[in-house]
């Protein structure tokens, strides 16, 4: 009797407990980096896209799991003929989080907020070619200077968001957009909580509330993850404990692609790396099967030139940058200088960078090649690298998604200046024709590769861990982002 | 009892020492050279301590290290000295006057100070290294030698040998330098292997994090630092560069003890 009684007990015991796990509708996710502010209209930082894109902030288009650009804000839009006048209808009975209703003239706002000359927008190209833009009986007409093919792309980006008027001086720190969750709370140094928006105008998302929890330290995000702290890390930073997270019968450990070429930037405007034999001789010298394999423990697709592998109208130039040291050396006798020289390395916080770089080092000794390792933070490398331009070589991910324009830059930190690749782009900019489109962005990586502008390494894999019965995170990241839209607990 | 401790740290240290001075001349293996493929061995025959992340020999890695904790040590411990030891002599000698004040109060506000936090400091403007570690290390060892060669000498002072050399005209640097200096070495001795130990440690605690001995050189604490997202899957890599430290310091700690008990002579009666 006593048994039975018992055993009813425990039954009606688990019957709740699953049940209450049945309700679960808050997710923590983990975070290494913490946003600096919240507007992803005025800082760089991906960190800030990495919690409020699609969650709090939308824009006329968005990007799709897998890249593809959707409507948003923006429900239908028509391009004229001459490919210069598109005209955006916008969703209806949208408003702000602060109950501000949204419309045309919002969006009017946004976009010349954006273009303005003291914007301080962190991708004000994505605006430059916009002639105006304007509210015409509720409906949106941007008019641009030359035809553009990337202006619905353009317009996904995180920092071409609307925001209202209203809110637009707290917005760094209390966000107000007119996304599917609403900004809550920030802890500085630990969390900001997002909730459910309850008056969201399009489909209601499963997940009532939403804690972006920041740890920067390896170590500590995997005690987070093993205590149970965290329901995801979607880009968990120690690829050398994943292994262990997936033997784990509480996570899965999903793989996918970034947008992130990680590439040894060469400063192309100092001697003797202005040298293009030189930069071939690096590109021979760097074993990347080694470097992926010792820097990310083998998660990692190599690259050839500055473009995705999982673009379709990726080239495969691997072939043209082999792992070959005598031909480096060959090269850099060629060059003038058999005795090799000393440069730079300048390596921001990341693993892949810590590590490759030291690999890197290592494999450059070997044809003659000494580098100067100096490790730093992330606001002395924009410092220092990005914006100083003082460093011979460094190590990056370059996280935008279709960054190849940055080549066109002459006044880019890595300072690669050719015209014919300026007018290449230029063309490509004002085709809107799909298949001339790929063979323009074809010929471009031939052009950066032929050049040896930087040593291509590797496509940073998007190394993604979580609760085996949380759905709907981002297997990929087309953009910086963890949208939550789509995420729910399975039963 | 006392003599088998001092006999062990003394062993120890002799140990490290010559592991550092060996890896001038040879190594077991060539730690600039990485091959991934060789990461994570086991210890073996060939690879006594194992391989590290990068495929190193750790035992090649350890005794490089060695050289670097003792090298920044060294030198830290050899400003303090240089600058330390005078002016603590200098502020005996003018006791009570403005000089012993500014001194000592100077002293004071570097010991007011954390170490670390000194250091830390220090690498922040000038940027991180192994140098810049070492003028940290060195500028924080300036008070402790200070203070104690002050002490040491102020009791001297009123000794009846030295008023027998201001009697035969000697100056107060000669007296400062001839006759206290020679009384108060043994001390200095003591406490220099004590603050040596605290320089490996202050080494090993800036190249944690970062701060210290840049890569590719080898350092006990950037090896800590690098092992411990492979702490549960390769527990040997933090085993041995942690070993390393604990053992040396150790060794330190004992020596000191044991030189301050035979050069005292106090305790020696008593013994």
Not at chain 1, 443 to 459: E, R
Request: no cysteine.
């Amino acid at each position: 009797m006593k048994t039975t009684q018992l055993s009813r007990a425990i039954f009606l015991a688990l019957l709740v407990a699953g049940s209450a796990q049945a309700a679960k509708t808050d997710v923590t996710i983990g975070m290494q980096l913490e946003p600096p502010n919240l507007d992803p209209t005025g800082g760089a930082a991906a960190a800030i896209d990495e919690v409020v894109y699609a969650n709090v902030f939308e824009g006329l288009t968005r990007f799709g799991p897998d890249g593809s650009v959707l409507p948003a804000l923006a429900k239908t839009w028509e391009i004229s003929e001459d490919g210069l006048t598109y005209t955006f209808e916008l969703q209806a009975g949208v408003a702000f989080h602060d109950s501000s209703a949204f419309d045309a003239d919002d969006v009017t706002f946004s976009l010349e907020r954006a273009m303005a000359e003291d914007s301080t927008n962190a991708q004000k190209q994505l605006f430059a070619n916009i002639e105006s833009v304007e509210n015409v009986d509720g409906a949106v007409v941007i008019k641009l200077k030359t035809a553009d093919g990337n202006l619905l792309f353009n317009l996904a980006w995180g920092d071409a968001v609307i925001v209202a008027p209203e809110s637009i001086e707290t917005l760094a720190t209390a966000p107000v957009g007119t996304g599917p969750f609403i900004f809550k709370n920030w802890v500085q140094g630990d969390q900001i909580v997002l909730e459910k928006n309850a008056a969201y105008w399009g489909e209601a998302v499963a997940l009532d509330k939403a804690t972006f929890k920041f740890i920067s330290e390896p170590t500590a995000a995997f005690a987070a993850m093993m205590a149970g702290d965290l329901d995801a890390f979607p880009n968990y930073p120690a690829p050398e404990n994943l292994p262990q997270l997936e033997a784990d019968p509480r996570f899965s450990v999903v793989l996918g692609s970034t947008e992130g070429e990680t590439i040894l930037s060469t400063n192309n405007a100092i001697e003797p790396l202005d040298n293009v034999l030189v930069r071939q001789a690096i590109a021979h010298a760097i074993d990347r099967s080694a470097i992926i394999e010792g820097a990310m423990y083998g998660y990692g697709t190599p690259i050839g030139t500055h473009f995705a592998p999982h673009h379709p109208a990726y080239v495969d130039l691997t072939g043209k940058s082999e792992y070959d040291p005598e031909k480096a050396k060959a090269l850099l006798k060629e060059a003038g200088l058999a005795d090799g020289f000393t440069t730079t390395l300048k390596l921001p916080p990341p693993a892949y960078a810590r590590r490759g770089g030291e690999i890197i080092a290592s494999q450059l000794r070997e044809v003659g090649i000494d580098t100067e390792i100096s490790n730093l933070e992330w606001a002395q490398w924009l410092e220092q690298v990005f914006k100083g331009k003082d460093f011979g070589l460094t190590i990056v991910s370059h996280t935008e998604p279709m960054d190849i324009g940055i080549y066109a830059k002459p006044d880019y930190y890595f300072q690669y200046d050719n015209a014919d690749f300026q007018a290449l782009m230029e063309s490509f900019n004002a085709e809107t024709d799909e298949a001339k489109r790929t063979e323009l962005l074809q010929q471009a990586q031939n052009i950066i590769t032929d050049d040896y502008v930087n040593g291509y390494l590797f496509q940073l894999a998007k190394t993604g861990v979580a609760s085996v019965k949380l759905k709907g995170l981002w297997e990929n990241s087309p953009t910086q982002a963890n949208d939550l839209t789509g995420v729910y607990w399975e039963d | 009892m006392r003599l088998r401790s001092f006999i062990l740290g003394a062993l120890l240290v002799l140990i490290f020492f010559s592991a550092a001075l060996i890896s001038y001349v040879w190594t077991p293996f060539d730690i600039t050279q990485i091959d991934i493929k060789l990461r994570f061995k086991s210890p073996d025959f060939t690879y006594w301590l194992g391989t590290d992340h990068y495929g190193r020999d750790m035992l090649s890695m350890l005794m490089i290290g060695a050289r670097t904790s003792i090298a920044v040590a060294i030198v830290a411990v050899g400003i303090g000295m240089l600058f330390g030891v005078p002016l603590g002599l200098a502020a005996a000698a003018y006791r009570g006057r403005f000089l012993d004040e500014a001194i000592m109060r100077g002293n004071d506000l570097v010991f007011a100070f954390p170490a670390l936090l000194i250091a830390i400091m220090i690498t922040a403007v000038y940027g991180p290294g192994a140098l810049n570690a070492i003028i940290a290390i060195g500028i924080f060892n300036i008070p402790v030698f200070a203070r104690l060669s002050r002490g040491a000498a102020l009791s001297l002072w009123k000794r009846d040998f030295i008023l027998a050399a201001r009697a035969a005209g000697k100056g107060v640097t000669r007296i400062s330098f001839e006759h206290i200096l020679p009384n108060i070495a043994n001390l200095l001795i003591v406490q220099g292997t004590i603050q040596f130990s605290l320089g490996i440690l202050a080494e090993a605690g800036l190249s944690f994090v970062g701060l210290g001995t840049q890569p590719p050189i080898p350092s006990w604490g950037r090896m800590l630092a690098d092992s411990q997202t492979l702490i549960y899957t390769e527990p040997q890599l933090a085993l041995f560069p942690g070993l390393a430290i604990l053992l040396t310091v150790l060794g330190l700690n004992l020596l000191g003890d044991g030189l301050r008990d035979w050069l005292d002579p106090r305790l020696r009666h008593e013994r």
